[in-house]
């Protein structure tokens, strides 16, 4: 089951919940249990960019590659901050996660995906990581992250 959200959640302000997940890359390594490349952006032709035009609607998509050898649920989290650090969007998404199969040795990959489009040009950072969920939640991944220039 796939859940998106945008909102806000257990009445926590985009302020708390952007404190709770600010967290550097390096302190989720240990605690790792998922291997995310960086976010990367496509078209609505699926073709991969990397600059787009002011209003054009993309999907940010993050792959998540399970390494553990049971599935696992997760909450993918997105953010895209503009240049000046702020955040123009937060959205999230839960999944299970497949395990990785111990014979071919492959992980168990997931891939989620956020509809966006930036209002003005600039350069924006997008960040990915997942957590367990909003729950006491516990870091899964790396926090990886993209750049985008809208033009």
């Known amino acids: 089951m796939l859940k998106l959200g945008y909102s806000l959640v257990n009445g926590l302000s985009v302020a708390a919940i952007i404190t709770m997940f600010n967290f550097s890359p390096s302190a989720a390594a240990e605690q790792s249990a998922y291997m995310p490349p960086p976010?990367?952006?496509?078209?609505?032709?699926g073709e991969t960019i990397t600059a787009i035009e002011s209003?054009?609607?993309i999907m940010i998509m993050n792959k998540?590659?399970?390494l553990e050898l049971t599935p696992r649920d997760?909450?993918?989290i997105i953010e895209v901050?503009?240049?000046q650090g702020v955040t123009m969007l937060l959205a999230w998404q839960t999944s299970t996660m497949p395990a990785a199969n111990a014979r071919t040795g492959e992980y168990g990959e997931n891939t989620i995906g956020i509809s966006w489009s930036a209002a003005k040009p600039g350069n924006?950072?997008?960040?990915?990581?997942a957590v367990t969920g909003f729950?006491?939640?516990?870091?899964?991944s790396e926090v990886r992250q993209s750049e985008i220039i809208v033009k």
Not at 124 to 129: D, N, Q, W
């Open 124 to 129: 924006y950072l997008v960040r990915a990581f």
């Open 74 to 76: 997760y909450l993918g």
């Open 135 to 140: 729950e006491n939640p516990k870091i899964l």
């Open 81 to 83: 901050r503009n240049s």
């Open 55 to 57: 209003g054009q609607q």
């Open 64 to 66: 998540f590659e399970n």
């Open 39 to 45: 976010p990367y952006f496509v078209n609505l032709q």
